[in-house]
């Protein structure tokens, strides 16, 4: 399964890196949407508060890993689907999904925090708990949509679909997220931020598991 895995993972690289498809868009939509805010808000006269720069961090990160992630199983052809089906177990291909898509949404999280702090400003006083935050909540995201992409992709309108269906689980993981960071922005201690940072760890792991116990029986329809 390890080998099926690394072999799954190194597919998707190479196809990003010959299509550029997911990568130029996250560049050209959180770059377009920093500087969006940063005329809107008026930044320049330095008038933007904490509490605005972390809601639009983090709204801009959300967006943008929809559009990122949300395509992992939908772009898939049904021909290329059922050669999957017969050279990889269904375990492999949601963990080098959610491996993969977890690396791409922590990327553009990085991407964003840069561009962020180069035209908006960085306020953030802890930087480890704020970094520690954009992993797990990349994990979050990547994790949820791979799983509510692979249920949507069997549908006809799978994009109106993956928006009921990520709903639900997207939110408690924003919230914590944006708790977190919150408290990384203040400076607080760590062990204010502990029980919201394990809590947080913890929805990623029953999402996780969810789609790795569930996506073989999906797969096989």
Known sequence: MFKQVHTLILKE???EWRQKYALNGILLYVVSAVFITYL?????????????????YWIIILFSAVNAVAKS???EHQGRQLYYYM??????????KIIYNSFLTLVLALLGYLVF???????????????????????????????????ASKAS???????ILSFPVIIPILLMAIRVSKNALDGLDWTVSVDKVLTLFAINI??????????????RS
């Not at 702090?117 to 480890?128: A, E, F, K, T, W």
């Not at 309108?157 to 928006?163: K, S």
């Open 40 to 56: 809107s808000v008026g930044a320049k006269q330095g008038n933007i508060a904490v509490t605005t720069w972390n809601a639009l």
């Open 87 to 96: 050279i990889a177990s269904p375990e492999a291909i949601i963990v080098s």
């Open 157 to 163: 309108n799978n994009a109106t679909l993956m928006a």
């Open 13 to 15: 690289l190479t196809l």
């Open 117 to 151: 702090s180069i035209i908006l400003g960085n306020p953030v006083q802890d930087q480890g708990l704020f970094v520690l935050n954009l992993l797990l909540g990349a994990l979050g995201f990547s994790a949820c949509l791979t799983m509510v992409s692979g249920i």
């Open 73 to 75: 199983f939908v772009q």
């Open 206 to 219: 029953i999402v996780a598991v969810t789609a790795y116990i569930l996506f073989p029986y999906l797969w």
